[in-house]
Structure formats: C-alpha cells, structure tokens
C-alpha cells in the first residue's frame, strides 16, 4: 500500500526499533540512503546497512537478516517484483519501498500489512484498480463444487441430477464471465507491466522525509539533488520531469540561502553553499581542460561528429569563432585565463547556437566549500558512478559501494577526486568506443532493432561489463548512430547492446535501450521482450539486475536469443 | 666495566617506547645481582682490611664500588617500575583478561602484582556510583554521541546485544550500534570506526 504521511507511517513507526538497509547499486540509492542515515543518526535508530547488487544478493541479506529484523527498508529495489512471493518472508516482516522502478508490482500496490512504499500516490502510476484485477473468490468455490461433482461420475445420484439443471445454466454463465474477466485482466496487466521506466528519484523522497520533519540540512539536500542528476545524466527520466523536479529542489535551495547574508552577516569561505545553475552541459569541464571535456562530452561530440575528420576541423572552427585560443583551451580549466572564464557560458551558447546545438546549457545546481572545492551535481555523479562500478583493482563490489558511499561526505575529498580521474578515463573510453563502432560499422539493423557487439578484445572492453557503463555507452553510441546514418527509419529504432561480462564464466552483458527521439518518453519494452525471448529458446539467463532491460547471457546462445527476439519485436 | 648491564636493561625497555612490554629479561636481572653481590663482596673485604689495617688508599676504591651499587639498584629498581607501570596501563586498555602472547612476557611476581591490580581496581570500581558499580574503564575519551557508525572488516558472526537481539557481523556490512557494544570489537580489530 502506499504511505500517505511519510513520517507518521514510516519514521515514527521504525523510530523506537531496528532497522536493515537494503540497498542498491546505483547512485540514487546511495544518496538516498547518506539522507536516512544521517536522519537516522540524529534520532539514534539502530540499523544494518547491507548493499545488494541485483534479486540474489537481495535474497541471499534477507534469509541472512530475517530473524534478526523485523523492519526492513528497501532502496531502489523491490518494487516491480512481487516481492512477499519472493522472499516468503514471515507474517510479522515489514518491507518498506522507496523505488524509482516502474511499473509497480500490483500485489505490492495492494498488501495491506506487509508491503509500505514509501512513493507518492499520484507519481505518474497508472496502476489498474482493485476489481479489475483481483477478485472474491467465494462464488466460484461454490460453483467449482458443484461442477466437481457432477462431472466425477462414480458418484452420480438422480436427485441432484434434477437440480442442477438450473445451476447448470447459471454456472456456465458464470464461467463464460470469469473467462472474459480473466481475458480483461490479462490485457489490463500486460498493458501496465510492458513498458519499464522511472519515477520520482528516491533521494528526493527521503529529502522531503527529512524537510517534513524538519531536519534538513544543506548535506541532506545537496544529496537529493545529486540524485536527481543521477536521473538525468544516466537518462532515467524525461526531460520534463527533470526541470520539474529541479524547480522543487529550487524553492529548497533558496530557501537555504536564506540567511541573510550580506555585507555586514558573511558567511565563512568554508560553509557549504548551493546554488542554482544554468550551466554547460560539458562533462566534467571545471575539473578538466575545456578542449577536452568539449571533446568527450556526449552532446557535442555528437553535434559535431567528432569521429571524422570533417567533425574534427567543425570543432576547431567552432572554437575559432569564439576566439579561444588553443593552448588556454587545452591547459586545466582552473588555469585558463580569469578574462575567458568570465563570460564562457555566454560565448559558448552564443556560438554552439550558430553549430545547430540549441542546448547546450542544462539547469543545475553547484556546491562550493572552501576556496578550491567546487562541484557541480553532474560531476559528483559521474565520479560516484566511476567508483561505483570501478574495474581497475579486483575488488569485490561491497568494497566498491562502500567506496562509492564515502566519496559523497564532503570530508572525502581525495576520493571524489580520484572518482574523477576514473571518470574522465571511463569517459574517454567510451568516446573511443563509439567513434571505433560507428568507423567500423559495427552497429547492424536486425529489423525491428539495431544490435552492437563488442568483442572481447576490444580496447577497454572490461569498463563495460558493469550495466550502468555498459548503458551509457549504449545511450552515447545510439545518439551518434543517428546523428551518422542517412536511413531515416534506422533513427527511430531501438538499440541492444552486448558485451562480454565474465571471461571465465563466457557470459555477456545485454542491455536495450528505448529509441532515442526529442519527446521520448523513456519507457522501455525490453524487460518483457528478454524474459519472452529466453523462455520460448530456453538460453542460459540471469535475469539479476533490478532493471529488466539488463540480463547476462551465455555467449553461445546469443544468436537464437536474438533471433527470437527478432521473430518476437517483428 | 660496571654497571653496563644494568644499563642495557634499560635501553631494552627505552627501545620498546610505545608501551609495549618486551619479555621479562630474567638473565639480566640476575646478571646484575650478581654484580652487585660480587661489588658488595669486595667491600666488604676492602672495608674490613681498612679497618684492620688502617689503609687509606682502599676508600676510593670503596666508594666507587659503593656508588656502583647505588646506580645498579636504582637501574634495576627503574627496570621492575617501569614494567608495572606497563602492566598497568595494559589493564585499562585491553581488559582484565591479557592476550596470551603478553602474559608470556609477564614474570610470575608480575602476574601476581597484576591479579591484584585487577581486585583492588575491580573492588574501587564496585563502590562507585552508590552502590551499583561503575565501569570506569569504558568510554576513556568523552564520548561525542551514545552510538556509533561501525564498518565490518572481517566476518565475525552473530553479535549478540544488551537486549538480547542478534547482528549478523558480515564483511563490508555497516551498522548504526550503542557506543558500548561495539568498543571492545573495535579494540580486536573486527569492527572499524566510521567517521562521516
């Protein structure tokens, strides 16, 4: 059921008691979860944190945490399964859901007692009412009994004969309903589950748990805000959604730089300030040289083809016509000259304008701490994202998450720091591997989709064996394909990827993103189209990760999987 | 010359400057009884013949012996102190119950020091608080808050706490626990502080 005052609800109820985390891998989820364990320190609530990567994990810290905790909060995980069928937990469990997976799972949306979620009614749901799917059983017991019997003829009897004439008719009646109510139903779910996409982020929930009860502060909600930027950087919500979302998170913004800070009140150099944005959407270019931040961020990079060699000239052209000079543009951004940093956004808009790129500034939000600590959201979420799923050592992914977890305080400065340099590595990767992909025509139209497979010996290949870089990668590559065929349908597909996951294991990583268009909506129809696929041609699939449109699949049976879903999407 | 043993038995404790306690050097003490013995021997003939045979020339050599034995017991007497002193602290920081490889190192007069040690301080610290006892070796910095943020470095298992209710100790897991279940983990090394 869905909580409707977060705090009465939620808060006061696990207050006085003990408490699991259970939370997932993506920066949102971590964000959300720095929110409630910072409130949950300031109340002193006891709780487990326990960070699970897809349903197994998520399983596996339920059985191992079941008899000791009685309340149980899930982040980002949980939601669009049937979850009290998967975990059989015990009567007196309590779950409580804060996920930003779509569509709801219906029997989540109707338990009563055991299922919370901790989600706003009206947050673009959509789900079907109570009668439409569930229904008394009661009368068609009866009838069940009566129509048992009459057809088990070791025990026929002349008088009931006589009388189920009548209720022989009334039974076929009712028959012929429950069928045609089945059919309804059936149609009724299939419309609600088949397309898979995000709501309102989880770290804005937990913000505004905080903001209710009054104990919110400018950590608390630069973390939301954080996870916003999650949403928007890894493309999980429409374009609309997020300018709404960031509209909220400025009236809490403003109404932290309330304090009165003028000439005569200053605040310290070292208190944390936020502030409202409307900046460059330019990767990482305060922490990197502007040449190069322009040369791997996603929207220029494909505005311009930076592939080819007619892109490449494009872009010294482009900065030409602003008048850069190439060796300030080259240098760290910090070390550019005071008088080009002054008006850059403004120059760069002006000229991207002339270039067909129409937004190149997005609204966002920055902090600022001390004289050298400036960030803005997307670079946080690029560096969390970068550790979260780091490759470079061999370290378990618990290590990863702790990691990940810590670089958001702010007295971990190092590790965001080296968060950024894996992200500008992870970045430069990724722009290679699409520039190599599009060159080599490794992108092929199977019909109703467009499919890519990176070898294994493909340069940087290991990045990609973690979903969240994988998708990406898929999203940049899918954006650049357009921008690079002359066939008008391919625009308008949708795009699979693969990549080898677990040498050993032979398994590869697959991801399928929706079709890339100004007013896509982000929903996206492959979780079904997999589980239908791998089931009608029996391929080895763990369906682990709590986003459906990801899976692994034995290398072996890529090729009927995909000719199943050809035959299946066709 | 003299006294160089006595000598070495301090700087064998000065090398092991943080505390520790090295291993009870038995030969060295005795060595230097010896010395002494041997130091008080020879004056003691040196002082009978001056007296006997009215030689003026022994007394320096006496009272060099003489302070010899002085800078020998003040040595030794330093040695047996400064290991108590150890000892001591080693009961506020780990426990009434000493790791094994310590009380190896621990002579059996300083063992028997140590078990009272531990009564007297367990008796002062029954009649604190009115009555009820007050466990004055927890909490040696004032605390900040009553519970703390602890990180799992190793499995360590079920915890069982003050209420009776169990934690599952798994690698990498975090938990938000009371100050005063999670102190003596986290002096074994199982538990690890996390300062945000």
């Known amino acids: ?570 | 010359m003299f006294c160089e043993k006595a000598v070495e038995l301090i700087r064998e404790l000065q090398r092991m400057n943080d505390g520790q306690l090295p291993a009870f050097n038995e030969d060295g003490v005795r060595q230097v009884l010896q010395e002494m013995e041997a130091l008080y021997e020879h004056n003691q003939t040196d002082v009978n013949e001056t007296k006997s045979e009215q030689r003026a020339d022994l007394l320096p050599s006496i009272r060099l012996r003489h302070c010899c034995l002085l800078r020998n017991q003040r040595c030794v007497g330093a040695y047996l102190y400064d290991r108590l002193l150890r000892i001591r602290a080693l009961r506020w920081e780990y426990g009434s119950v000493l790791p094994a490889n310590v009380r190896f190192h621990m002579s059996a007069e300083e063992l028997q020091w140590f078990a009272r040690y531990k009564k007297s301080l367990a008796s002062f610290m029954r009649s604190l608080g009115g009555g009820g006892g007050l466990d004055v070796t927890q909490d040696m910095k004032p605390p900040k808050s009553l519970y703390i943020q602890v990180r799992c470095v190793k499995d360590h298992g079920e915890l069982e706490m003050d209420d009776g209710t169990l934690v599952l100790l798994k690698k990498n897991s975090q938990h938000f626990l009371p100050r005063w279940t999670c102190e003596h983990l986290i002096r074994q090394g199982v538990l690890e502080h996390v300062v945000s």
């Open chain 1, 1 to 570: 059921m869905f909580v409707t005052d977060i705090r009465k609800e939620f808060y006061e109820v696990v207050a006085n008691q003990r408490v699991a985390l259970l939370v997932a891998s993506d920066i949102d989820a971590l964000c959300a979860c720095k929110i409630l364990q910072a409130l949950f320190h300031c109340d002193q609530v006891q709780y487990t944190l326990v960070p699970v990567a897809g349903w197994q994990d998520l399983g596996t810290a339920f059985l191992e945490h079941k008899d000791q905790f009685k309340y149980f909060v899930l982040i980002n995980c949980g939601a669009n399964v049937d979850l009290l069928e998967m975990l059989q937990p015990d009567e007196d469990s309590i779950f409580f859901i804060c996920d930003t997976h779509r569509p709801v799972d219906v029997v989540n949306v109707y338990n009563e007692t055991q299922i919370k979620l901790l989600i706003k009614q009206d947050d673009d749901l959509g789900v079907p009412s109570y009668d439409e799917i569930f229904r008394d059983d009661e009368e068609e017991e009866e009838g069940g009994d009566s129509g048992n019997e009459s057809e088990q003829s070791s025990e026929p009897s002349g008088k009931r004969r006589r009388f189920d004439e009548g209720a022989v008719e009334r039974r076929i009646e009712r028959q012929r309903e429950k069928r045609e109510w089945e059919a309804r139903r059936r149609e009724i779910l299939f419309d609600y589950e088949q397309y898979e996409y995000h709501g309102t982020s989880a770290a804005m929930m937990f913000f505004e748990l905080a903001w209710v009860s009054t104990k919110d502060t400018k950590d608390m909600l630069w973390w939301a805000v954080i996870g916003l930027t999650d949403q928007w950087v890894h493309d999980k919500v429409t374009h609309m959604k997020y300018v709404t979302d960031i509209a909220t998170m400025q009236r809490h913004v403003s109404r932290h730089n309330h304090r009165n800070e003028d000439e005569d009140n200053s605040l310290s150099i070292d208190c944390m300030r936020i502030s409202f944005e409307y900046d460059l959407r330019l990767t990482l270019y305060q922490h990197w040289s502007l040449y190069e931040s322009i040369r791997n961020s996603c929207y220029t990079s494909c505005h311009f083809k930076l592939w080819t060699l007619n892109g490449q000239k494009k872009l010294q052209e482009f900065l030409a016509d602003m008048g850069l000079p190439l060796k300030q543009v080259r240098q760290k951004f910090t070390s550019m000259d005071m008088s080009i940093k002054e008006n850059l956004r403004e120059a760069i808009e002006e000229s991207s304008n002339k270039y067909g790129m129409k937004d190149i500034r997005i609204q966002t939000f920055g902090v600022h701490f001390g004289f050298k600590n400036r960030f803005l959201a997307s670079d946080m979420v690029h560096a969390t994202t970068a550790l979260l799923e780091n490759t470079e050592k061999d370290e378990n992914e618990t290590d990863n998450f702790i990691k990940a977890l810590e670089s958001l305080s702010r007295s971990n400065l190092e590790r965001l720091h080296s968060g950024m340099d894996l992200a500008k590595k992870k970045l430069m990767a990724i722009q290679q591997t699409v520039a190599s992909c599009i060159c080599t025509n490794l992108i092929l139209s199977q019909g109703p989709f467009l499919y890519c497979y990176l070898m294994e010996g493909t340069p940087d290949v290991k990045l990609f064996s973690k979903p969240m870089a994988l998708t990406l990668l898929s999203k940049y590559l899918l954006k650049a394909f357009i921008q690079s065929t002359r066939n008008k349908r391919c625009r308008l597909l949708p795009l699979i990827m693969a990549a080898p996951k677990d040498v050993e294991k032979g398994t590869v990583l697959v991801v399928g993103i929706p079709p890339e268009s100004e007013t896509s909506d982000k929903k996206n129809f492959f979780g079904r189209a997999f589980e239908k696929a791998a089931e009608s041609t029996s391929s080895r699939t763990l369906h682990d990760h709590f986003d459906t449109s990801i899976i692994e699949l034995k290398t072996e049976d890529r090729s009927k999987f995909l000719d199943a879903l050809i035959t299946l999407l066709s």
